[in-house]
Structure formats: C-alpha cells, structure tokens
C-alpha cells in the first residue's frame, strides 16, 4: 500500500467545515488551529491527514485543499484574512450557518470571469487571456521558487540562511555549530523581550523535500536539555501530524516549528531575496486641470 493515493475530501466539500471549525474557535483563528479542527471534526484518518500534495515539498493534500476552500470563501464575502495570518468570519460569515458549496463556485468563478474582462477592456482588449486559477497560482508560485533555491543550496549555505534570518527577526549572539555529532543542534541564538529578558534558543534546519517526522523533533529536544530554554526546527519542507503534536507535548519543553510555506513567507516579509513591486494608483483630479480655464470676460 505505499505510495498509494486516498481519498481526501474536495476543496469545495471543506467549506462548511471550514466556517464550522472557525465558528467554534471563537470566530478567528490561525491556519494550523483551523486545520486541526477541521480533522478532529471530520474524524480524518492518519493517512489521509498525512497524504502529500504532489508538487509540494511543505503541503500536505488536506492543507491545500483546504487553502482552496478559504480562497473561495473569502471571495464569497463570508472570511477573511490579516496581514498576520489569523483567519475570521466576517458579518456574513457570522450569519451563515452553511453554504451551498456550488453556489460559492458558480458565483466566485462568475466574479473572477467580470474582473477578467474589466481588466482586458481597460488594457485595449490586448495581453494574453488570463486563467481563472492565474490569481491563486501566482499566490503560490513565488513561494515554491523559493523553495527551489533553498534546495539548491549546500546544507552550509542554508545554515548561514537561517543564521540571517534569526538576526534580521530580531535574535542576538546567533551562531552556527558547525559540529556533527551534536544531536541535531545546528546553532544557537538569544531572544530578548522588552529589553530585558532574554532566553537561549537552540535551531534545527533541515533542507528537505519531505516531512520531519516525530523522531526528529525528540532527538532534538533530548540534544537541547540543559543548552537552551526554547527549541526551533526551520525546514524547507513540512512536518507530519505527529511531529506537530510532539513539538508541543504536554510536560515537556516546547519547540516551535518553521516550515517551507512560513519560511518562504518570513523571507518575504523580510526582504531577504525576495522584492515587492508596489502597483502604483494614479488618480486624475479633473476639477484642478479645469481650474485653468479663462474667465470669461478677461
């Protein structure tokens, strides 16, 4: 049986799920609390929570389906989405208790058909045809390019990335081991609060195209005891259920996980390597150009 696909359910049968585990988190919530929701209410099997995305070195099958049905419900008008990542409910969400989820294709798909052609008359009916799934594509894209390049990378070259990020996110007294035989200790670094306190913390990075597994994440943790007060894992890839819930196990010490996905966004946001074109919107005051005019009787 391995290697073999299973069924997972469809991104469209993951919406009412979906507004179902927001609504009984309070109305907000983070992808991996509504992602853990959604399989505790769908009472999902192991093998279909773990089946990878093909194509994805951080996805699984479930996390971007269920990436799919966030899309269309927050352009339904019924969800939406910070700059930080916390997804809610908005008036309409609050007052929806379940949807049709044909009805939400039909009408996003119809919406994205009308800017399609807004979009070509303004441009002179010139370009390319665009996609409907060109949007969400593109979303995605940049990430997995930078994903590529991480992997790419000599594991040395990726450490000293990591090293870079720690700084830039406002760590202190970052270093990279460089040992082998360390129990999976790459480096550490200090984080200090408010200026005053400060905590050591022991990282991980692993350039992988698959998952960590649980192991990894308890190997880790026995090799930090005594070195660090906090543990961080950052990979390229993504983390099995089991390593989720080991990194945060009752009773012992808490490690915090970085996959592709954040990673590529954390990059991002950072400016390491990655460059953000801002659109610029231009608005014509025709009243100041008719100001101009000559009196008449001048």
């Not at 179902?20 to 999902?44: K, N, Y």
């Not at 010139?126 to 990378?153: V, Y």
């Amino acid at each position: 049986m391995t290697g073999q696909r299973v069924a997972v359910p469809t991104f469209d049968q993951l919406m009412n799920p979906t507004l179902a585990a927001l609504r009984s988190l309070g109305g907000s919530a983070s992808i991996p609390e509504l992602v853990e929701r959604v399989i505790a209410d769908l009472r999902l099997l192991r093998e279909v929570v773990e089946q990878p995305h093909l194509g994805s070195t951080s996805w699984t099958e479930l996390e971007y389906r269920l990436a799919w049905a966030r899309s269309y419900l927050k352009k339904y008008g019924l969800i939406d989405n910070s700059s930080r990542g916390v997804w809610s409910l908005t008036p309409k969400g609050l007052e929806t208790t379940a949807v049709e989820p044909r009805d939400v294709v039909k009408t996003t798909r119809a919406m994205a058909a009308a800017e399609r052609k807004a979009r070509k008359e303004a441009a002179g009916d010139e370009g390319p045809e665009i996609d409907e799934t060109d949007d969400e594509r593109e979303a995605t894209s940049w990430r997995d390019k930078i994903l590529a390049c991480l992997l790419a990378m000599p594991p040395d070259s990726f450490e000293r990335l990591c090293m870079r990020l720690l700084r830039e996110s406002g760590f202190i007294q970052v270093e990279v081991t460089g040992r082998s035989g360390d129990g999976g200790i790459d480096g550490y670094g200090v984080v200090r609060l408010a200026g005053m306190l400060s905590f050591r913390v022991s990282f991980q990075c692993k350039r992988y195209k698959s998952t960590v597994g649980p192991s990894i994440i308890r190997d880790f943790r026995g090799a930090m005891m005594g070195r660090a007060e906090k543990g961080l894992v950052i990979t390229t890839g993504g983390f099995t259920r089991d390593a989720r819930q080991e990194a945060m196990r009752d009773g012992a010490t808490a490690i915090d996980l970085i996959d592709g996905e954040l990673l590529a966004d954390k990059l991002k946001e950072l400016g390491l390597g990655v460059k953000t074109k801002t659109v610029e919107a231009v608005e014509i005051d025709e009243n100041w150009f008719s100001s101009f005019k000559v009196a008449r009787g001048s």
